[in-house]
């Protein structure tokens, strides 16, 4: 089964969340940190982690003396990575988005692939726990392919896990919607704002279409208004977790402290979370449908 934590926008507790999920989730359980550009989840489990492997993607690399100019590869890029500009053919490795278009439709063969340093994927262990993260370099701008080669790993990383928890990049965009895509649950952290309730209507209309059981923690419960739980009820989502908003949990999260071990009130509530989904995955699975309202 596998359970991505997501958000419609940073700073909800995603990460917090997922920690604490992995504090008191059954085992055998791999959790793996998908949000390449700014990877934190490590700092919250500890892992002893095992050697970087640099990641790539393909791009072309041209062999001037076969192009004859033609233009039909710059005409095709739709990222203008390649421009013929007088009798030379340029080639902006970091606009290339790695389709793969250009070094297929060739005509010459002068285009042969090569690649480029996306970032790095380091695996780990957190006691009994797999652990699998990415990193994008710095300066890189194409996370997706990264966070693919992250979830290419998981099979071989995560073997003899039963449940896999990814920590989803924030937001709605390309690295959130790659990182959701294979869920079997979508757990859509968020707190009870007005910018919150804007973010979870963005990340309800975006991941509801992928199928998976949806379900939400408001965090920071007792702050803000009740528009989360409006709009939760109004949408038939089940709310499966409130974390109250407190200067206890502030702290514990400002010293690297998973929630569910520094607050052993809080943990019942993760417990609980984790049953909810474990429920709605196996309903999904059984092809029963929906998640129902808690
Ligand atoms: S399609 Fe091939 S031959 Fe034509 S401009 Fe591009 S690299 Fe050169
Ligand atoms: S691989 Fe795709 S994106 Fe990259 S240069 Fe070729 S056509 Fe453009």
Partial sequence: MICAVASGKGGTGKTTVTASLAAVWERPLCVADLDVEEPNLHLFLNPELGAEAPAFMEIPVLDPTRCTLCGLC????????????????????EMCHG?????????EGALSPGGRELGCIIPGRAGDTGFLMGRL???EA??????????????????GARDILLDAPPGVSCPAVNAVMDADVVLLVTEPTPF???????????????????????NRAGVGDAGVADF???????????????RAAAEAYARGQVLADALPELRGRFTALMEHVLTAAAKRAAGTGEARHA
């Fill in 142 to 159: 194409m996370s997706p392919p990264l966070l693919r080669a992250v979830k290419a790993r998981l099979p071989r990383d995560c073997a």
């Fill in 137 to 139: 370099r710095v300066g």
């Fill in 196 to 218: 919150g309730l804007h973010d979870l209507r963005l990340a309800v209309e975006a991941f509801r279409p992928m199928g998976a059981a949806l379900g939400v923690v408001i």
């Fill in 99 to 107: 389709c793969g278009g250009c070094l297929r439709l060739c005509p």
């Fill in 74 to 93: 710059a005409e095709f890029c739709q990222f203008k990575a390649l421009s013929v500009m007088g009798k030379t053919l340029l080639v902006f490795p």
């Fill in 232 to 246: 939760c009820r109004d949408e038939n989502l089940p709310v499966w977790a409130e974390i109250p908003f407190s």
